[in-house]
Each structure stands twice: as C-alpha cells, then as structure tokens.
C-alpha cells in the first residue's frame, strides 16, 4: 500500500458509482495517478418497476478492471446503504476496509452471515486518525447522524485537500457528547479545500434539524403519561442513540426492556459489546420473560418502523408474532418518518394497532423522531467552515442536489465551480481546474435470491408484463413433415382471467387459434416460426378486442 | 318515486358500500322500510398488490337484490372518488342521479364516453333544495371543497334528520364568495340530528385548514416575481377555483392561457360552459398558439400534479409533448400534495423538469396548494354546530376515523354513540338507539380492461407470483398408452433470469426434469396428474437450490 510516485501532472478524477440521482447505494472512487480508493459501498433498495428484485447494488467494472491500483475501501458509517453491498462487493474486489469501531462492528455481522468474515481485511481507525491509501492520505472527522461513529473524510492528496462529509447533521446535545467536529472543518477551510462533497438528503428543507436529545424529552413525557400501561417504541436498529434514550427513559421510569426483531437484536448486542450502548444492569431482559412482568413495568423495542412484511411490529400488528401480542391501551411509538415508498405500509400497520385498541403514536403527533441529516442552515455552515474552491453536492434525488446547488449559489460560490454530476461521470480536478470529462461504467446491479446481475431489463420486462395481464400458454402438437395438427391447440391461462367466468372467452379463444391453425395446414406452412406468430397475432386480436386486455402470450409447438 | 307505507317502527339502516378504512369508493346506503337511497358512488385506484388492475369500484351487490327499493343516488360533488364507478354501476343499477348543475355536468362528460349518457335519468338541484326519494326527504346544503358546488346532505326521515357532510371545509374567504352553509348546519343542529356522518380525511390535522383564497395571493406574488419567462401550473382538473386563481393572476398580469391535458380541456370546458369559471375575453388560447407569444406573456395550466405517467406534465417533463417543451428558466408550479403513494412519480417528474433547467416551486416550498379537507377545528365546528345524538366518522382510513372519533369523545360525546363501522357492516338506527347488526355484502370490485369483477384474488396471487420470479413452462408429449416420451421436455421460461447467461442451469434443469420423467417411465406411470405433480416438484426444489427463487411452473402434457 506504499505510494508510487506520482505522474507529473497528474489529474484526481472522481466519480459516483452511487449516491447521485438517488436515495442509496452510496459509493464513490477517487483515483490519482498509479491510486485508487472507495468512499462507502453501500446498497439500495429495488424501485418500483423492479419486479422480484431484492436489492440492487453498484456497478464496480471500472474498479476490477483497474483492481491492481484500488488500495481500500473507506466507510463513513455503518448504515446499508454505505455498507450493504459490501458482502458482495467485496467477493469480486477484495481490498481492504477502513472504518470506525461500529461501522465495522455492523459490517462483521453482515460478513459472518455471507461467509465473508475470514477473507476481509478491515482495519478500525478512530476520528482524527489518518491513514495512507497510495498517495491519498486519508483523515476520519467525527460527526453527527443518526448512527452512532459517522466520520467525514478529509483526504489529502498532493494537489489538494478533498472533503466529503458523509451523512452528516449538527447535533450541539448529540447523545454520546461529541459536537460534529467543526473546528476541524474549519482549520481545513482555512488551510484550503480544494473539493467539497456534501450530503444533499434535506436540502429542500429550511431552518436547521433538532437535536437527538429533543425525541429523548419526548420520550420522557410520553413514559410520564404512561403510568399503567406497557410501551413499545419502533425504531431503526442502526439508531443506537435512539435506542440508548429508550433504554434511559424505561430505567429512570423503572421499566426493563426486551428486545425483539433480528437486526435489533444484532445492534443492540453489537452495540453493548462495543460499548456504544449502555444499559444499566438487570435492565433488558429476554422476551420470553415479558409475562413475568406487569405492562406498567414494560418497554419493548422493537424493528418494524417502516411497516416491512416481516418485521416484528408488523407481525404483531396482525396477531402473527408468537412472543407478543397488541393489547387494548398498549402506548406504541413509532419513532421514525416513513421512508418514499414505505408510506402506505406504515399506515397498514398503524391501522392494525389501532383496531387491536392500542395508542398509537405516529408522525407528527409528538416530536418522536427527528433526522439524520442537516437541513439548509447546517449546509451552509458546511461551506461556510470549508470554503470549498469546487463543490459537488452528493447522496439524493437530482432535486436535492439542484437545492443544495441553490444554497451555494446564494452563498457565492461561483457556478461554474458547481458540479451537479451523473453516475459513472468523471470530475477531473487539478490545483486551479475542475472540469466533467468522459465517464467510467456505473448503474445499477439487480440483486435476486443468488443472482447478482443475472435479472436485466429483458426479464423486468417481461415480469411487468406478466404482472399486468398475466399469461396464455398455447401449445399444438404437430407433425414434423406436413405440418398437420396432432393435437391441441390447448391454451392455459394463469394470472389473466378468473376462468370460471370466463369460460365462453376461452373456449372462444381456442375456436379462434384453431382457424388460424386450420388455415396454416391449407396453405401447407411448415415453418414453425411463422405458425408461432400466427398463433400470437391471432389470439392477441382476439383478446385485445373481446377485453381491452394484451396477455403475454407463449405460443409453443411440439413436432412429433 | 313516492313514498311508500312506513312499516310500524321501521328501523334506520345504514350501511357504508366504500369510503371506511380506505381513502376513495366513497357510497353509503341508508334504508328504511321500503325505500333505498344511496349516498355518492365512487372509484378508488388500485392498491399496490393489485397489479394490472385499472380501478376500482364498490361491490353492490346488495342495492341489486333490493333494486325495486331503491329511490336514487345523490351525488355530494363531482371528484372521482365519489361519482367515478358511476358509469359501470347505471348498467346494474339504473335509478335516477341527483347533483349540483357542476358535479352533474362532470358525470356527463363520463357518461358520454362510456355511451350512457341517454340511459341515465339526471336531476339538477340547488343547496337549500329538497327532494323525496320515497320516505326520505334530502336537503341539500352547501358547503366548500377542493371543488365547486359541493353540498353536505341532510337526509330528514321519519325517525329524525341524518346530516352527511360530504367532503368538506370551512372556508371564510372562498373563491365563488359563498361560505358553507354554516347557519343552516346550526339550525338543523337546534332542531335535533339524529346521526352526523361527517369527513375524517384530515382528523389527523390540528389547527385549521388556510383559505383557497391564500393560494391566489402566492400565485399573484410569483406572477409578480417572474417577469420575463414562460409559467406552467399543474393542478387537478376538477380544481376550478385553483384554475380560477390562475387564470386571475394570467389577466392581472397581462398573459394569456392555454389548457393541456385532456381532463383539464374536459374541465375548464365544462366549468366555463356552466359559468363555475370565469375567463376573461381574449385571455384563453389555444395551445397551437402558443408559438405566436413571448414566454412573459404565457401561462399553460395542466394535468400531472400526481406525475401520473400519461399525463401533459409528464410528457413535458420526458420531452415526450408534442406541442410544449421544457425551456430553462420556465417557472412551473406543482399547485398539488402528492396522494399518498404517488411520490415518487412526482419526484420523478420534478427531477426532469429540474435537469432541463425549469425553475419548479413544490412542496413545502411556498403556499402553493391547501388542502380541501376540514381539519381538527373545523370538524369540531362541525360537530358543535350539529349535535348529533349519534356519530358515525366517514370518509378515511381507520387512523382517521379513529382521530375523528377521540375529538368527538374529547368533546363529551357519549362513547356508547360514536361508531367506527366496517364496510358492509349495518347500523340499525331508532330515535333513541343505535347498534351495528348485521351486514351486507360490500367489498372491491376490481375493472381491469373491458372486465369488471373478472379479476379476483386467485388471479392477482398468480400475477403477483408471476411478477416476483417469472415463469417456467415445462412441455413435454407423451405417447397416450404406454405413457413414454415422445417429444421432449422443453422448457420456456419468461421473466425468470437472463437466459443467455444462465444458458447451462437451462440445460442443467432440462436434464433433472428428463431424468425424473423416465424415472416415471421406468414405473409404467400414467397419470397425467401424477406426472405434471413430479414435474413440478423436481423443477422447484432443483431452482430453489440453485437460484434460490421460486418461478411459477407450468408443466403440460401433450398426448399423441
């Protein structure tokens, strides 16, 4: 990992292989010369249209390709979508990973599960700390977020100093003591960054995001209000400061706490062990114990805040989970915003609860949750402290990155020293210079059961379609020389019409092939392909007409 | 029409056909002894797991059964979700329609198209008007919404006076100048109301909701602040008041109007022909002839606030419209909320309006939309003013009825008199008492193309099951006796995995399939069923091992 000397004149050409023009998937390379290292890699989850997919990934050709000169992976926090796409990542590009205490204490459980844990170099580095990838000498810079142990990273090459903050907010109270370290920022402005690259996730929003321990007096209240009945508090498992206010309330309200969900069970038990987590002894109890105690005496964390399928809330909320149930004036918090896309999810298991006769607290009832990410104030006192010669807004929609883009402009920057880049687009940067030139190989790789990239557009589109109007399978036997019918036509249907009410339309539709068929044999046809299409155009009419309907239609022969 | 002989102490039943724990399908039906009358008749739009499905409308089943009772339908006012299944419902069910002259001129334009325009028996009313529809007489009163000429009912039985707000808001400062009809709600209040069903879409909401009125001013100031380009403004059609406003500011501002999007053509035609809009002369253009005026002297109002993708905005926003294209610098305002579940169609949109170089005002960004639903203050006006003996919350999902029934408790209201009811579930109403006993049936009635109720639950499970893993169909001819191989297996799959790179698990599961098949030759087995069962289980487990996903498998049998 020893530097290599560096090519006389040699460009820092950056570019996202994630984290642009998305919520996710946050992953960034730098490469100077003879180097190249990664900012985060993480993973997100499938959009709408990607039908069965389970999660999706970066596209890391540039970076097997150029495998020989990539010197580490650099985490700026433990969350999935800067560490998720690790375990797979790391099985074609395996380098080493540098990250905090928790951050990696996060991603070996993600590695044990993938079998990956042997094979993974990883190296834990403190804030402060700085560490030589080639020529880039890389600094960790504590911040706040909604994880505990988020760095930023200032990375210093020989033309110039980079910042790229990560996820960040200003939190003045944070949970474990420890302000977002701006005189550090500063002290790097005033020596002079060259680049700054900044969190755009809130910049459309005004003012300046609350502190953690607003949601910790809330919670307060609440278990105040609360004196007889059991609490459940949802939250994300990676929210260990979240989880820590829970855990003080229940002791100061002299309530023992149970965990339930997988992944809340692996972060608190990560968490305790690392020490980022303190729970007072004989506090947390298993959930098997709970009947041993009465509600009042109660608290239980839990994973769900999202709504997904499988988590415990949900479970719960539909009398499907086998440790607990809802009961009448259970007080359940649900102390997180629904992510875009999970909104109608969360209010289905909102829903549930409430019919079971449980207090439900949600949205903006209550001040119960606040964000990860800094709003506009803190971003310009971002690029206030850092006085950025360029500026390339990172991690959102292009409609945050454009806001973000806004709030620069108003500050001054000039804006040809702006960038708003793409995925895979190359920013070649030197001292005085700053230009978008060429682009490497970036998108996005679908994740499905094992398959990593095996699910492309084609099959997408053909799940769409099937998922729209479901399916007719036509099959005919026929025979190899003249092309007479042996048998069939047959049709099967699936995911297309209720049969049973359909049965005349069926029947219809298989009088309808037949003709078509028929007709074929008169005129002697025999090449299959032709018949095939026949077959297709036939029924398609057929159907389009009778139902305002387009099937995937699968016309098949067999020759005997 | 005329009312029949009150059978001795008939009871009050009323039923909600849609519009409880849903937002949509609103339509509630109330019966006493011999007469029927139904309360709106709406649509709702497709849940996410209901795929390839068009719309849906309410299960009427029972009105069928009992059609000689029923009277008529009487329309609140004209949005979708309470006239929308209007069209497919009149082919069962056809019984006189009354409206407002603006709702009714709506469900004409639908009528029209669905060539039902002549079978149907339309009668206009005005508010403070009243009409028998057997022993009901049903006032109409006029209140405000998101749409002109919205009235609120008050149904005077027998048994005593139902008041069904409709949807609805307290607005002070309305467009047409006309506040709801809050003198009469008090009247009626005086006079004793039996049962309120009253509007609990934003119960969650504290505070009141702001005037339309408030709108008008943001879009002067925005006028006023864009001097020099070209304005667009997306808003729902059926908003007349939000196109009013518009169209107040173009004139103000010396530009002129063009109209895209064919339910806004539709809309802004119907309104003006019913005088609900007024445009002043020479102001309205035709979007043709757009090209002969400067960008400061042109406002285009359009479809697509949800990003619905064939809508105007959307097409502009792809570079798909054929007569608009995004410039720089336009000024295109997003005068809607996102419904929940289109949100990330809208940020799709507004991402390319951005990258174009369009300047978009949405969201929170400044008051450019309030919402048309009565929150807190104004429901507990309502229910100040009424005073109901009974209190059934409508209109919502159970979080928001839930919210409507704790402000009606917080208020005094007997707990004992307010009913969350279940769709189809019967609350039977005396002048002293009311209790839910029995049902009917009620449900979702799913129109995809042509089909209405043709879709159930079997065929969307098999969509589903399609759309996640796509499909594999294993064909293969047997000899009709002897049960032995003719021709094949063959195997097609559609939406399952790129085929090209997975060509060897093809040929691999092709082999595990034959094998198994002559492992049933070898057996003398002739059971198609038998057959088609090993195939399937063989296919299953060897993909699962593999891939570890599970297709849909479509085994057929030809025999020869």
């Not at 004989?282 to 499988?310: A, C, F, H, P, W």
Request: glycine content about 8%; hydrophobic content about 40%.
């Amino acid at each position: 990992m020893a530097g290599r000397k560096p090519k006389p004149k040699a460009k820092l050409k950056i570019a996202a292989l994630g984290g642009l023009e998305e919520i996710g998937k946050n992953m960034t390379m730098l490469e100077y010369g003879n180097d190249i290292m990664v900012i985060d890699c993480g993973l997100a989850f499938p959009e709408d249209d990607m039908l069965g997919i389970d999660l999706v990934i970066p596209d890391v050709t540039y970076l097997i390709k150029n495998i020989d000169k990539v010197r580490g992976i650099v985490l700026t926090h433990g969350h999935e979508d800067h560490i998720g796409a690790l375990p797979y990542i790391l099985k074609q590009l395996n380098v080493p990973v540098f990250g905090t205490l928790l951050t990696l204490g996060l991603l070996e459980n993600k590695l044990r599960e993938h079998k990956m844990l042997d094979k993974t170099v990883l190296h834990t580095v403190v804030p402060r700390e700085r560490v030589n990838l080639g020529q880039f000498n890389v600094e960790f810079i504590h911040t706040n977020h909604s994880i505990a142990d988020s760095v930023a990273l200032a990375i210093h090459t020989p033309i110039g100093t980079v910042v790229h903050t990560g996820d960040f907010k200003v939190d003045y109270t944070p949970i474990d003591g420890e302000i977002i370290d701006l005189q550090r920022f500063g002290e790097l402005g005033k020596e002079g960054v060259l680049l700054l690259m900044s969190d755009s996730t809130n910049a459309e929003r005004k003012g300046f995001t609350m502190s953690e321990k607003n949601v910790g007096k809330v919670f307060e209240k609440i278990f105040e209000d609360t004196p007889k009945n059991r609490i459940m508090v949802a939250t994300f498992s990676s929210n260990i400061h979240r989880i820590q206010q829970v855990v003080n309330a229940a002791y100061m309200y002299g309530r023992k706490v149970a965990i339930i969900g997988r992944s809340m069970v692996n972060a608190v038990k990560t968490a305790s062990e690392l020490e980022y987590l303190a729970i007072p002894p004989r506090t947390l109890i298993d959930i098997g114990e709970i009947k041993n105690y009465k509600d009042e005496q109660l608290v239980i964390i839990t994973t769900g805040s999202q709504g997904e399928t499988m988590s415990a809330l949900t479970r719960i909320a539909m009398n499907e989970h086998k440790q607990v149930n809802v009961k009448p004036e259970d007080k359940i918090i649900i102390s997180a915003s629904a992510i875009p896309g999970n909104e109608k999810n969360v209010t289905r298991v909102i829903n549930e609860l409430l019919k079971k006769g449980a207090n439900v607290i949600y949205g903006d009832m209550e001040e119960i949750h606040v964000s990860g990410h800094a709003r506009q104030e803190e971003l310009k006192l971002m690029l206030a402290l850092t006085k950025p010669k360029f500026f390339m807004p990172v991690h959102g929609e292009f409609m945050h990155l454009s806001c973000h883009k806004d709030l620069a402009l108003s500050m001054g920057l000039d804006k040809n020293n702006i960038f708003i880049m793409k995925l895979g687009e190359v920013l070649e940067v030197t001292r005085n210079e700053a230009k978008v030139n060429g682009t490497v190989p970036a998108g996005r790789v679908m994740v499905d059961g094992l398959g990593v990239g095996d699910v492309g557009n084609i099959v997408l589109r053909d799940r769409k379609h099937l998922s729209q109007d479901g399916l007719m399978v036509v099959v005919v036997t026929l025979d190899r020389e003249s092309g007479t019918i042996v048998a069939g036509p047959d049709i099967i249907s699936r995911g297309f019409v209720y049969v049973r009410v359909a049965e005349d339309l069926m029947d219809e539709a298989k009088k309808v092939v037949l003709e078509a068929l028929l007709d074929c044999e008169e005129k002697n046809i025999t090449s299959w392909n032709y018949i095939k299409g026949v077959i297709k155009d036939t029924l398609k009419n057929f159907l389009w007409q009778k139902t305002k309907r387009s099937p995937m239609i699968l016309p098949i022969i067999m020759d005997v």
